[in-house]
């Protein structure tokens, strides 16, 4: 009754058969919504699933490592291995080969864009040192109890900058040791990084007053689009979709309730890059209401439209007969490479 060597093998094999049955629970839950009632239902299939797959391929090898020579697998334990390593290979290990052979750069673009748009800026952060490699800013890097755990570091470094992220709750961490320079802090760029969001403050002081009813299209940005340098944008940031799939680049939603009455929304935008036939599509401008998710006014750009190295303004006029909030998207459509600089709603005042 002795245990044999092989079953000491049998915790790592099914930690590690968790994350190919998670990708396929994955899959099927996206197929079929109503397969898996709650979160719980879902947690206990993959539980009992990839222990029923760890103690089949134990059963299904038959090795015993403690014989000598070691006994071969049987083909039935090779061709289950190998498909194991198949699955394995299309759920994770494909995705590292795609940013192998076409990585993102998204950090090289941040670095360079921050050296044309700042001049002599003292960065804070964990990431801080990374975004400086490609310009002359200087990097304080913090973190509470680990990294310049001081009180007076903005004080004492003469900060300008913070680059923070959504990782280990470090932008949480800011926002809970400095609360009164966060306050102040003015959102200029969010990120969308792998699997998590990058944000960067800017802490100095501005004499000007934000213009009401003004969205700056770095801060809504999505999955696919990025903040890039531009020296034609009001912030000096403009949204580029990097994707050359047709997707939403930006998804304002705003938190003001709009009453009811006629609005005039204004989208700053342009494409550039490979040219395209003219009457081909570029973007679409949806305007949404929020609550009843309905889009209420809708319209197409085309090439002939937006082509240009200068930005445009494109508008929707629309009415609304009760209070709303709103959500406005851009769509971009059959590869065009769409700047968006921002979007802005005014009321019409009716004679």
């Known amino acids: 009754n002795q245990l044999k060597p092989r079953w000491v093998f049998a915790p790592f094999a099914f930690v590690w058969m968790l994350f190919p049955v998670s990708i396929l629970l994955k899959f099927l839950s996206g197929k079929s919504p109503a397969l898996f009632s709650n979160q719980i239902s879902l947690n206990l299939t993959l539980l009992i699933l990839s222990a029923v797959l760890t103690a089949f391929l134990f059963s299904a090898a038959r090795w015993d490592i403690s014989s000598k020579p070691a006994r071969l697998l049987p083909a039935s334990g090779k061709i289950f291995l190998l498909v194991l390593g198949l699955i394995f290979f299309v759920s994770h290990g494909y995705r590292y080969l795609l940013w192998a052979t076409n990585p993102p750069r998204q950090l090289h673009q941040i670095s360079q864009d921050y050296g044309k748009a700042f001049d002599q800026a003292v960065i804070a952060g964990l990431w801080a040192p990374v975004i400086c490699l490609e310009n002359r800013h200087k990097a304080h890097e913090y973190f509470r109890g680990y990294i310049n755990s001081r009180k007076d570091l903005f004080e004492h470094f003469k900060i300008t900058h913070i680059f923070t992220t959504t990782a280990y709750g470090e932008d949480l961490i800011f926002k809970q040791d400095f609360p009164e320079i966060m306050k102040k802090a003015r ?63 930006v998804q304002v939603q705003s938190e003001k309730i709009y009453p009811k009455g006629t609005y005039e929304i204004l989208f700053r935008l342009k494409s550039t890059g490979k040219p395209r036939p003219y009457e081909q599509r570029a973007a679409r401008l949806d305007i949404v209401a929020q609550d009843a998710h309905r889009v209420i006014a809708r319209r197409d750009l085309f090439f002939s439209e937006t082509a240009s190295d200068n930005y445009r303004e494109f508008s929707i006029r629309i009415k609304i007969n009760k209070h709303l909030r709103l959500v406005f998207r851009v769509y971009s459509d059959n590869g065009a490479q769409l700047w968006l600089d921002w979007v802005k709603i005014q009321k019409v005042e009716e004679n």
């Open 187 to 249: 959102l200029k760029a969010r990120y969308h990084i792998w699997t998590i969001q990058a944000l960067l403050y800017d802490i100095r002081p501005i004499s000007r007053k934000e213009e009401q009813g003004k969205f700056e299209a770095e801060l809504y940005t999505r999955k696919g689009s990025m903040p890039q340098y531009d020296r034609k944008a009001s912030e000096s940031f403009a949204v580029v979709n990097r994707s050359k799939k047709p997707d939403y680049i």
